[in-house]
Each structure stands twice: as C-alpha cells, then as structure tokens.
C-alpha cells in the first residue's frame, strides 16, 4: 500500500504542476522521487532493530525533536509568513513532522508504565500533557496552528484508548468547554478568517474563501470517471491553490473522477485496518500503544486534508500522506510504516 500510494502521488504530482515550465515539472517530481526513495531506506532501518529500543530511547528522542524546534524559531526559513522549515546541510527539513512520532513514542512509554483498568485520573495525565503541551507551544509559534492541533489531536486519541477515569474526562471536557472562547481570542486574524470561511465560504469568494471554492469546483468537476489524466481543466489554468502539496487530492478528483478517488481511499483504509490489525495481535503494552498512536497519526492526517478540499473542515495546511509534495512529510510517513512493519515482526517477543 506505500508503494501504491507513493506512486499515485509521483503520478499526481505530476499532473499538479502541468501549468508550470517543463522544469519545474521535472525538478518537482524529481526531488519527491528523491524523497520517496529516501523514505524508503528510512523505512527499512527502522524495522530492522528491536522497537523496545525506542522504548528506551523514547525520552531522549522527544528532547532532540524539542531542540529542533526551538532552532527553528532562531534558525528556520522564513516562508509564505511563517519559519518551519531548517536546513541541515544540503538538505531542508520540518522539524514538526517527526516530533509527531516523538511525541506518540514518548506517551507510549510513560501509558504503557501507568495505565491500568481502572483509567487514567488527573494526576497521571499531568506528564503526558507536558508532553505534549511544549511541542504544541513550539509549533504554534511558528506559526503552524494545523500541525499543533493535529499534535493534540494523536495525543487525545491514544489518551482514550489507553483509558481515561469518568470523573477525569468529565473534567478535561468542562475546562476545554470554557477554555475556547479564550482560544479564539488568541487566535491570529488570519486563522480566524480561515474558521468563518470553513461556515460560509461565501462571505468572501474572492478572498479567504477563494480556496475552498475552487477545490470543490474542482472535485465536483471530475464526476464519476473524471476528466482524463493531465486534462483538469481547474489545476491547468491554476485555479486550484498550493495544488502540489495541501490540495492535490483535488487534482487527483477532477482528473479520474468518483471511482478514482475511491480507489485511493480504499488504499488508505487498507493501510489503516492492517495498521489496526497489528495494534490488536500485539501482546506488549508499548508495542500495542506505539502502534495505535502511528495510526492515528496516519488517520487524522487523512481525515483533515481530504474533509478540508472537500469544504468540510477549515483549510489548515495539513498534507495528505505518501500522496502530497514535501520530503519531511514523506520521510515521516515511511518511517511510521516501518515501525508498524517493526512491531508486526516482533509482536510475540517479551524480551
């Protein structure tokens, strides 16, 4: 299902640039393929060496994604109004993509030595929201609110399935109840305007809500068999916004229509139950915690692009794994699938 899903991004990615010169076409597929081909080697390294090493490491992993991101704050590249990007040599990274699986390996640790049947009280979920509180800091700062909310997002889906005391969530529900309206009043201009545009579209076509608008255009374009391959008509007269990277499955649905874009969601769903399945048949708590957390990694990053260029969430920049344009993306998709692949060849192991 990578491969298959990588290649439809290469093969996407393509299509999605076909408004630009010829070599940025090919220096844009290129570098992906590069990318690709990089998380590959990355994927394969990190299943062959024991995951409970992780285990120990995880703490340590956690605060070298930290350093990352403060560098990023004196360091970073400062693109299209915010700095989320580092280099590293030759090559650019964004250190808020592996700090997700940082964050996932750090909270199975800590869940998989406190947890029981009873649920987790206030107390024990102190440390896991440090944990995740810095990072979400960090990145919000940026600034990227899409990434921080996806953080917290990973972070409360594994909370539940590790299992929360009753009198606890009912606590947690009641402070982020009243906790949004000061939310909002911290929110930046330019976020809130994403938020009124996602409820009404059309307060301003032109606008904040240009985006939104063309993608759906877009997708109800294709139909149900599409347009043909390289003939949308939407992303070749550049229309469709950042169509490489946030809104390539708008590409994707206007060139092969309902039963393309079927298929690819059947692809994910396939990679989300094996995911599920390995999660199930493991018998070690951290591999069992690990393994959950990566997948709802992979979810929700599925969820919120394709309801985002469908106008059923707020455009909040969050790409479509194995499929949109980025390399730190790509790296850290390939790397989850390792450890998944690590923890399915060693799921019986107690040792």
Known sequence: MTLVLGAAGLVTLYSA???GTSTLQNS??????????VGLVAMIISFLFNYKTLDRWSYVIWGGCILLLIAVLFFGKYVGGSRRWIAIG????????????????ALARYYSRVAD?????????????????????????????????????????ITVFVKIERRSLI??????????????????????????????????????????????????SGMLTGKGYLKGT??????????????????????WGFFGTVLVLVAFALLLVWSLNICLRCRDPFGTIL???????????????????MGLMPVVGV?????????????????????????????FMYE
């Open 234 to 255: 939407q992303n070749a007269l550049s229309f469709l916004p950042e169509q490489h990277t946030d809104f390539i499955f708008s590409v994707l649905a206007e060139e």
């Open 117 to 157: 049947t009873r649920g987790l009280t206030l107390r024990q979920l102190l440390a896991p929201m440090l944990l995740v509180a810095m990072p979400f800091a960090l990145i919000v700062r940026q600034p990227d609110l899409g990434t921080a909310m996806l953080l917290v997002l990973i972070a409360a889906s």
């Open 17 to 19: 640039v076909t408004s």
């Open 90 to 105: 030759p090559l650019t990274m964004q250190p808020s993509e592996p700090v997700k699986i940082a964050v996932i390996i």
């Open 319 to 347: 790409p479509l794994p194995l499929v949109s344009y980025g390399g730190s993306s790509m790296v850290t998709m390939c790397l989850c699938v390792g450890i998944l692949l690590n923890v399915s060849m060693r799921r």
């Open 171 to 220: 606590s947690i529900v009641s402070i982020g109840a009243v906790t949004i309206p000061l939310v909002w009043h911290f929110l930046k201009g330019y976020q809130k305007q994403r938020i009124l545009t996602f409820l009404n579209p059309d307060r301003d076509p032109l606008g904040a809500g240009y985006h939104i608008i063309q993608s759906k255009i877009a997708i109800g």
């Open 291 to 309: 393994t959950f957390g990566v997948t709802a990694l992979m979810f929700w990053q599925i969820f919120i692009n394709i309801g985002m260029v």
């Open 28 to 37: 844009l597929c290129y570098r992906q393929l590069m990318w690709f081909g």
